[in-house]
């Protein structure tokens, strides 16, 4: 349980910052998506990752 937090943790670290794959314009940014912690585009909104708890 607490690897995995660890796990989900990681990838929002790691996809925070990178462009988005979706729209091309815009960064992901680490934000929270409906009340998860999530990586979300800054331009289009996208989710690409969240971590549910
Ligand atoms: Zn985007």
Known sequence: M???EMGARAVLRELAGADCPTCEAGTLVRERYKGNRAVVCDECETPRA???R
């Open 2 to 4: 607490a690897r995995a």
């Open 50 to 52: 969240q971590v549910w």
